[in-house]
């Protein structure tokens, strides 16, 4: 387990709360299951980093996972149809959309 | 009730005679009357109004006199709107006024001037007038009267008159605030006695497909679907914009009951209709 990507993974949870909240004002409650997750991953995050137990990163790692699968699950209706508001989430999506590959990384490498 | 009696030409003595007759013979005692005169037929009427158990209210009408014969000790419909938020006193307003007669009144107060300010535009754009205003305690009153709404013809270039509102929507389910006051704005047009003729455009078009607005949701607000389906009930034209539909790959089978799609020559022929008014979204 490597815990550089964990905290590479914090950062981005980070800036994705200000994205986050920016997109869920925007659209609404629909986001909130991914809104939930992402604050619950970024707590088990950020007690991974600190504890470096290795149960903590796993849960932290699966989280980061639901986090962006979420985000694409409550976003569909909006990617399919909306192009012209993309502006408004697509910082959101880019973001989320590293974490699983920071979370596969940290446990496999 | 209001019955209303026009009796335009027709000066004093000979009005206060026909009031007195009119009053007399009424098939239902102590119904209000409201009479259209000529200036000049006022004198004697209030002598009238007395001897039939009525009070007297003289209005100036544009060219002729309105004479109101109240029955003494009437009471008129009053609500409160205090604590409702916009567009609540519209709507609520609006309702009450449709279940009124022509020239029935009703008195509406709230303890925020800036709502009633709000409910005075709604009243008059819809035709009817605000007839008193006062203070009772910490409510500020208006007194509403319900008028005959003057049809403005078809192409018209009368801005005062224009009855008719197309909503154009560009934003779609993407941005929640915005398809809201889509169908919020809507539903206080409707209730200002407007026709509403609802456009969706661009990402619009989202909402038009089956389904796609009942995930749009705020805790303060009923579900979009449900908002979308009171307008539709309440005759309220839906467009969905068939270039922008066929660039997210709707159908007319993909559409949710109701919406039609339409080309552009009907978006420019909404737009260049000068008895819209037209609202972006």
């Known amino acids: 387990m490597n815990l550089t990507y964990q905290v590479i993974a914090l950062a981005i949870l980070f800036s994705s709360t200000v994205t986050g909240f920016i997109t869920f004002?925007?659209?609404?409650?629909?986001?909130?299951?991914?809104?939930?997750?992402?604050?619950?991953?970024?707590?088990?995050?950020?007690?991974?980093?600190?504890?470096?137990?290795?149960?903590?990163?796993?849960?932290?790692?699966v989280l980061q996972v639901i986090v962006a699968l979420t985000a694409y699950t409550?976003?569909?209706?909006?990617l399919r149809d909306n192009f012209q508001t993309s502006p408004g989430y697509g910082a959101h999506l880019a973001l989320v959309t590293m974490l699983p590959v920071l979370a596969i990384a940290s446990l496999l490498m | 009730?209001?019955?209303?009696?026009?009796?335009?030409?027709?000066?004093?003595?000979n009005a206060g005679i026909l009031a007195g007759n009119v009053l007399r013979s009424?098939?239902?005692?102590?119904?209000?009357?409201?009479?259209?005169?000529?200036?000049?037929?006022?004198?004697?009427?209030d002598a009238v109004a007395r001897k039939y158990g009525y009070s007297m209210e003289l209005n100036r009408l544009e060219k002729d006199l309105e004479i109101r014969?109240?029955?003494?000790?009437?009471?008129?419909?009053?609500?409160?709107?205090?604590?409702e938020t916009c567009p609540g006193p519209v709507i609520i307003v609006g309702e009450r006024l449709s279940g009124l007669a022509i020239g029935e009144r009703l008195k509406v107060k709230s303890a925020s001037l800036d709502t009633l300010a709000d409910l005075t535009a709604a009243v008059t754009a819809s035709g009817s007038r605000i007839v008193g205003e006062e203070t009772e305690g910490d409510r500020h009153v208006i007194t509403v009267e319900k008028c005959e709404k003057k049809e403005t013809?078809?192409?018209?270039?009368?801005?005062?008159?224009?009855?008719?509102?197309?909503?154009?929507?560009?934003?779609?389910?993407?941005?929640?605030?915005?398809?809201?006051a889509t169908f919020i704005f809507s539903k206080v047009a409707v209730s200002m006695g407007k026709k509403v003729t609802i456009f969706l455009l661009m990402d619009g078009v989202s909402i038009a497909r089956k389904g796609?607005?009942?995930?749009?949701?705020?805790?303060a607000f009923a579900p979009l679907d449900q908002l979308m389906d009171e307008m539709m009930k309440a005759g309220v034209t839906m467009y969905a914009c068939e270039l922008s539909a066929t660039f997210r790959g709707i159908t007319e089978n993909d559409l949710a009951p109701g919406v039609k799609l339409a080309g552009a020559a009907t978006y420019i022929q909404l737009l260049s209709d000068p008895t819209y008014a037209v609202v972006n979204f």
């Open chain 2, 26 to 45: 009424l098939e239902m005692p102590g119904e209000e009357v409201r009479f259209i005169v000529s200036p000049g037929a006022e004198a004697g009427m």
């Open chain 2, 212 to 219: 796609s607005a009942a995930g749009v949701k705020h805790p």
């Open chain 2, 1 to 13: 009730m209001v019955k209303t009696v026009k009796a335009l030409g027709i000066r004093s003595p």
């Open chain 1, 25 to 61: 004002r925007m659209q609404g409650l629909k986001l909130a299951p991914h809104f939930g997750a992402l604050i619950l991953a970024l707590i088990v995050t950020l007690a991974a980093v600190i504890t470096g137990i290795s149960v903590i990163v796993v849960v932290a790692a």
């Open chain 2, 69 to 83: 014969m109240i029955p003494s000790g009437k009471t008129m419909e009053e609500i409160d709107v205090t604590g």
């Open chain 2, 153 to 180: 013809p078809v192409g018209t270039l009368s801005a005062a008159n224009r009855d008719r509102v197309l909503v154009v929507q560009s934003n779609g389910t993407g941005n929640a605030e915005r398809a809201y």
């Open chain 1, 74 to 78: 409550q976003f569909f209706q909006i």
